[in-house]
């Protein structure tokens, strides 16, 4: 390779902002870019020709070793995340295997997974926080079918989480027949005013067919699809019910307090609100503005209660103590006391620690007697079972004692092997579910793990189901050694990846039938983002091209074009990304062998892995514009040729005129006056011989006449001599004079100078026009209009005849029209001819002008 052929490469590598090596087939170094150097804190010498196990020993055995060894072996690109203890900072590392060796891009992503764990942190404190709900939770797609079914729903109402998603209409068999309208009613009554909260006490049926009083707490949730799902909060309430039936005096208050309750959500930081729900506002009287804005926290508590609240804010942070969970006496902004009750956790909000929380309305709860309390300290109670309880998945959980041989597992786990919950079974038992033909596989897996001492193991098998037919498992397990490094126990999860896998591979063979498809395309196929960069393209593309997978990767849509098509194509380009339609152009491209090629280029906009993209196919005109090239010089050719033949004729015309009427004519006025010498020399008495002379006297007369007209047809004099304008309106008499034809002749302008072959042009299919009305029109009224505007002459020409029929005109050889259409394109100008059968004929010529008018 040249030397100019490494300084490109160097130049391409060191503008990339990822670190880039390269090795050899014996893993030494042949490249290093600039930021590699100074990841490794090296010279270009230290490294280069160097073997990098030689170099770092500390890697051999290690995931990156691992990893490069199998990706030289695979002969496929391999990905991996790493992290560097020494400088403790994560690196994301793609490999890339070839014939030749290995090279490896990596950059830094230190911050990426800072904020992935940051996320994990949060999302951990927020399912911390719902767990901490005393609620059923449950949520229903737009259909009301329910796709979430908590541990306390379960406990709840009697049906499992499996069983609840399987109920047909479930929310008609868990609301009560008598309350079913009201709460499709309120649902209704929610979507009508836009609200996305509500709360509703009715009747709900528990699978034993019992009868319990539940207060639902109803918020409506839009995702990004605009579908949205319906979130329940649900609270038994029965204990609370009998008691307000026995205490009647406040039933009414009561029920109508419930009805009106729900959960309000807030974000403290310090002594201020930065965010609160609309029901938070709503409990407290305010506006969400007014307690964002205008309010401290202290506001909405009494003043008994504010002085015990701050007290309790100091001890949570000295004792740094993340979950809050107090009840407080508040006021609201009508200066009327309530008690709530609040839920909450110290997190991290746009990178500052605030609370998190939500806020219940008790007030009621707080009124009622003792049982209340009661109903309310066993929901409480619960609360620590919902708490671990909602921490499952659908996943099949089990513990295996591998000194005990028995195997434990979750209710999911049971199901599968059909046993009663909390049943143990054995290894040999799980294994008699595994197909046969991956039994001695899984074993021999696991006796490899355990001899070399790997905790983490993750298996695919086909797992035979109770009703004999298999599905697919992914199995994830966790190895517990004791200290003298002795396997005891097994922890894992079983999940139904079945469903999963068969997308993966329809997936996968679309893709083929894709590439496939593209790849037959007898032209190019490229697909490229908003940068330019290529995500996609055929084989025929690099073929034409003649650059490779990895240069077309380095390269943009505009690389390849000549310079004058750049900003053409680059302002295409940015056009279509605005109005996302559909459009083409024609460009000149140089391929890598220098050749320039003349592609028909269209694109398209669409929205690619979540990037906007254009696609689109280019199909090579090279050959049709040389064709175009030629023909447009074949015509030009014809057009010279047809151009100078016409002067040679107008030349020819305009001498032989000259001749017939100064030569012949000359000579005819001498015969007529020798014939008339003659006739007054020769007396003859002789009245035949005088006839005879008066007739050739005559004759000679009329031949005069007829010279003079042949004179004048050829070339009409007075075209040259007085102009165009002239001309025609000489023109228009003849014609009416020799037809009976009646025909007007206008002009906006008295002269004109034009040159030679404009006049000529324009008489000549000015003469052609009125020659054709008068042949096929069967007119009676021929009109003629002559127009000078903005350098540009019109004719019109219309006349009131039988007019033509298009399809028979185009049918027939019109020398005529072609004549006319041929004479107004010599001189630059446009012929157009309009008729219709029965209302007459329009002709209308355009010719530009180059030089000045004179009026």
């Known amino acids: 390779m040249g030397t100019q052929n490494y300084t490109n490469i160097d130049f391409s590598f060191e503008r990339i902002s990822d670190a880039f090596i390269s090795f050899d087939n014996d893993w030494n170094y042949v490249y290093a870019n600039k930021h590699a150097l100074n990841f490794h804190n090296k010279n270009l010498e230290d490294l280069i020709g160097k073997c990098i196990w030689d170099l770092y020993p500390g890697l051999i055995g290690g995931e990156f070793n691992t ?22 900072k994560w690196y994301h590392n793609t490999i890339y295997p070839s014939s030749e060796g290995v090279s490896v891009y990596y950059n830094d992503i230190t911050h990426k997974k800072k904020s992935e ?19 059923a939770v449950m949520e229903f797609d737009s259909d009301l079918n329910i796709i979430q079914w908590s541990k306390k729903a379960e406990e709840m109402f009697g049906w499992d989480s499996e069983e609840a998603m399987q109920l047909q209409f479930g929310m008609n068999q868990i609301i009560h027949k008598d309350d079913i309208f009201d709460f499709y009613g309120t649902l209704g009554n929610v979507s009508s005013v836009g609200s996305l909260h509500k709360s509703i006490n ?17 918020s409506f949730i839009n995702l990004e ?24 005096n406040a039933e009414s208050k009561f029920r109508g307090l419930v009805e009106q309750s729900m959960v309000g959500v807030f974000i403290r930081k310090e002594e201020k609100f930065i ?23 202290f506001e909405i508590f009494s003043e008994s209660d504010t002085h015990k609240f701050k007290t309790q804010l100091a001890d949570y942070s000295s004792k740094k103590i993340f979950k809050h969970h107090y009840e407080f006496k508040g006021v609201q902004k009508n200066g009327q006391y309530i008690y709530l009750e609040v839920f909450g956790n110290t997190a991290i909000y746009n990178n500052e620690e605030v609370t998190i929380g939500s806020i219940i309305d008790i007030t009621v709860r707080k009124k009622s007697v003792e049982k209340l309390k009661i109903s309310r300290d066993a929901l409480k109670l619960s609360n620590e079972k919902f708490e671990l309880v909602a921490k499952a998945t659908n996943d099949a959980i089990w513990d295996w004692d591998i000194k005990t041989d028995t195997l434990t597992g979750n209710d999911v786990f049971c199901g599968l092997f059909d ?12 294994l008699n579910r595994v197909d046969e033909n991956e039994r001695e596989t899984l074993v021999a897996n696991f006796n490899y793990a355990v001899k070399n001492k790997i905790s983490l193991l993750t298996e695919e098998f086909t797992f035979k189901q109770n009703n004999g037919k298999y599905k697919l498992i992914k199995d994830r397990a966790f190895v517990l050694y004791d200290k003298n490094q002795q396997e005891y126990r097994v922890l894992g999860a079983m999940q139904d990846i079945t469903e999963v896998k068969e997308a993966s591979q329809k997936i996968t063979a679309e893709k083929d039938l894709s590439d496939n498809i593209i790849n037959s395309m007898p032209g190019t196929f490229y697909l490229f983002n908003a940068a330019g960069k290529y995500k996609r393209w055929n084989k025929n593309y690099e073929d034409i091209t003649g650059y490779t997978t990895e240069e077309i990767l380095n390269q943009t849509a505009l690389d390849l074009l000549v310079p004058e098509d750049v900003e053409m194509v680059k302002d295409k380009i940015a056009e279509l990304f605005v109005t996302k339609k559909q459009t083409s152009l024609e460009a000149t ?20 892995e979540n990037e906007d993209c254009i696609i689109g196919v280019g199909i090579d005109t090279s050959e049709k514009k040389l064709a175009e090239d030629k023909l447009k010089k074949s015509e030009k050719n014809y057009r010279d040729l047809a151009s100078n033949l016409e002067k040679i004729r107008e030349n020819e015309r305009t001498h032989m005129a000259r001749e017939i009427h100064d030569e012949l004519g000359q000579q005819l006025t001498g015969l007529k006056m020798d014939i008339s010498w003659i006739n007054k020399k020769v007396k003859s008495d002789d009245i035949a011989v005088q006839e005879r002379m008066k007739d050739t006297i005559a004759l000679i007369d009329k031949t005069v006449v007829t010279v003079r007209r042949l004179a004048t047809q050829l070339r009409p004099s007075i075209l040259d001599d007085l102009g165009l304008i002239s001309a025609m309106e000489w023109q228009s008499q003849e014609f009416e004079k020799r037809n009976e034809i009646k025909s007007t002749f206008k002009a906006n302008v008295a002269h004109v100078a034009v040159s030679t072959n404009i006049a000529t042009g324009v008489f000549r299919i000015y003469q052609e026009c009125l020659t054709n009305v008068s042949r096929h029109s069967k007119a009676t009224q021929v009109n003629s209009e002559l127009i000078i505007e903005n350098n540009l002459l019109t004719l019109n020409i219309v006349d009131n005849g039988i007019g033509f029929n298009h399809s028979e005109i185009r049918s027939k050889k019109t020398l005529g029209l072609l ?37």
């Open 419 to 430: 046993v009663p919950p909390n049943t143990a079974i054995s290894f040999s038992d799980f």
């Open 225 to 248: 699809d605009n579908s949205s799902v319906m979130l329940a909060l649900v609270d038994n309430i029965t204990e609370r019910k009998l008691v307000e039936f026995e205490l009647i």
């Open 275 to 297: 965010y609160v729900n609309p029901r938070f506002a709503e409990i407290f009287g305010y506006t969400q503005n007014e307690m964002c804005t205008e309010m401290t926290v």
């Open 67 to 88: 990893t490069l060894l199998n990706a030289k072996e695979t002969q496929a690109s391999h990905s991996i995340e790493i992290y560097d203890t020494i400088n403790e």
């Open 589 to 608: 491209f140089i391929v890598k062998s220098g050749e320039k090629l003349r592609y028909f280029l269209t694109g398209r906009y669409i929205k690619y």
């Open 117 to 135: 764990f940051e996320l994990k942190k949060m999302l951990d404190k927020l399912h911390s926080h719902l767990n901490n709900t005393p609620l």
């Open 819 to 855: 004549g006319m259409k041929e004479r107004a394109l010599l001189i630059n100008g446009t012929y157009k001819i309009i008729g219709n059968s029965g209302k007459g004929t329009s002709i209308k010529i355009c010719i530009p002008l180059e030089t000045s008018i004179i009026n």
């Open 202 to 218: 009715i009747k709900c049926n528990t699978k034993q067919n019992a009868i319990i009083y539940c207060e639902w707490y109803i």
